[in-house]
T-cell receptor, first 115, second 113 residues
Framework: AQKVTQAQTEISVVEKEDVTLDCVYE???????LFWYKQPPSGELVFLIR??????QNEISGRYSWNFQKSTSSFNFTITASQVVDSAVYFC????????????FGTGTRLKVLA | DGGITQSPKYLFRKEGQNVTLSCEQN?????MYWYRQDPGQGLRLIYY???????QKGDIAEGYSVSREKKESFPLTVTSAQKNPTAFYLC????????????FGPGTRLLVL
């Protein structure tokens, strides 16, 4: 069965601190996709990144970076020099590579960045 | 601007009443989805549609119904059979069903009076 675990329910940091959000997944598929979404207080889910199971390169986009490690089934998300605007709920999700429609979402991590 | 719109933003339901949530997209996406989000929980799939006039049940379809008469539109009806409808409802779409990235609308918050 597929599963996504975000063990950190809530994290609070002070502005300019770095913070890492953990995501651990379970799947028996060899081809799959991993996603991160941000849900600000307005409620809409904002797409951040998609990574396929064959690409283990880490990715950096501005203050955001992602560390994908198949050996530990983890896809962690780091925000460098956090800002108040980063305060949101962050969701990790898993999808099969083909023939399916379904995302498996984690329960989310609420990040509070304090000024 | 391309995107997904949901209306209304807030919706109130009386006991025994059916209510319909609207979802429209102008992204020319084939697939559309409805999710339910409860406080402190992840998203759960209610229904999805890969093409017009076709839709499939998700994990929690009981008490809900949908239609897909147009590519752009995928309305969700919360029926009186849904005993605990208070939640945040999110609509999404993707270019192809499956692993293609899903893009989400702003959501509708449903409350029971």
């Amino acid at each position: 069965a597929q599963k996504v675990t975000q063990a950190q329910t809530e994290i609070s940091v002070v502005e300019k601190e770095d913070v890492t959000l953990d995501c651990v997944y379970e799947t028996r598929d060899t081809t799959y996709y991993l996603f991160w979404y941000k849900q600000p207080p307005s409620g809409e889910l904002v797409f951040l990144i998609r990574r396929n199971s064959f690409d283990e390169q880490n990715e950096i986009s501005g203050r955001y970076s992602w560390n994908f490690q198949k050996s530990t089934s983890s896809f962690n998300f780091t925000i460098t020099a956090s800002q108040v605007v980063d305060s949101a709920v962050y969701f990790c999700a898993l999808s099969k590579g083909s023939g399916t429609y379904k995302y498996i979402f984690g329960t989310g991590t609420r990040l509070k960045v304090l000024a | 601007d391309g995107g997904i719109t949901q209306s209304p933003k807030y919706l109130f339901r009386k006991e025994g009443q059916n209510v319909t949530l609207s979802c429209e997209q102008n992204l020319n996406h084939d697939a559309m989805y409805w999710y339910r989000q409860d406080p402190g929980q992840g998203l759960r799939l209610i229904y999805y549609s890969q093409i017009v006039n076709d839709f499939q049940k998700g994990d929690i379809a009981e008490g809900y119904s949908v239609s897909r008469e147009k590519k752009e539109s995928f309305p969700l009806t919360v029926t009186s059979a849904q005993k605990n409808p208070t939640a945040f409802y999110l609509c999404a779409s993707s270019s192809l069903a499956g692993a293609e990235t899903q893009y989400f609308g702003p959501g509708t918050r449903l409350l029971v009076l």
